[in-house]
């Protein structure tokens, strides 16, 4: 599976993006896909994940209620729709995918597949 994370930005806090993982290789749609954030300096943390076929989703308590995970497996496309941001969320935000559903997937060092990161940068 390749994927291609894109949709980053500068936008000012409380604004709102939408980042887009596209995959291409293999059924996308039976996948796990997460996304990852790193800021500067910070460990990679994660941000969401959403199970094969979308039964599933599960975001990081810092973005819940602000962020939300879907998935279009018509365009093999992930995405993260991101409202009301801060400064907090600046980072390099990264998609990736692995095959199965638990607890395992907050967690990327599961992850088998990554795409590149998109830079989002909220200013104050």
Same mark, same amino acid.
Not at 49 to 61: D, F, L, Q, V, Y
Not at 62 to 74: L, S, W
Not at 81 to 110: H, I, V
């Given at each position: 599976?390749?994927?291609? @994370?894109?949709?980053?930005? /500068?936008?000012?806090?409380?604004?709102?993006?939408?980042?887009?993982?596209? =995959?291409?290789?293999?059924?996308?749609?039976?996948? $796990?896909?997460?996304?990852?954030?790193?800021?500067?300096?910070?460990?990679? %943390?994660?941000?969401?994940?959403?199970? @094969?076929?979308?039964?599933?989703?599960?975001?990081? %308590? =810092?973005?819940?209620? #602000?962020?939300?995970?879907?998935?279009?497996? @018509?365009?093999? $496309?992930?995405? /993260?729709?991101?409202?009301?941001?801060?400064? %907090?969320? +600046? @980072?390099?935000?990264?998609?990736?995918?692995?095959?199965?559903?638990?607890? #395992?997937?907050?967690?990327? %060092?599961?992850?088998?597949?990554?795409?590149?990161? +998109?830079?989002?940068?909220?200013?104050?």
């Amino acid at each position: 599976v390749q994927l291609q @994370a894109c949709g980053g930005g /500068l936008v000012q806090a409380g604004g709102s993006l939408r980042l887009s993982c596209a =995959a291409s290789g293999r059924t996308f749609g039976s996948y $796990t896909v997460g996304w990852f954030r790193q800021a500067p300096g910070k460990d990679r %943390e994660f941000v969401a994940a959403i199970s @094969a076929w979308g039964r599933s989703k599960t975001h990081a %308590e =810092a973005v819940k209620g #602000r962020f939300a995970i879907a998935r279009d497996d @018509a365009k093999d $496309t992930v995405y /993260l729709q991101m409202n009301s941001l801060k400064p %907090e969320d +600046t @980072a390099d935000y990264y998609c990736a995918a692995r095959e199965g559903w638990n607890n #395992r997937a907050l967690f990327s %060092e599961n992850y088998v597949y990554w795409g590149q990161g +998109t830079q989002v940068t909220v200013s104050s």
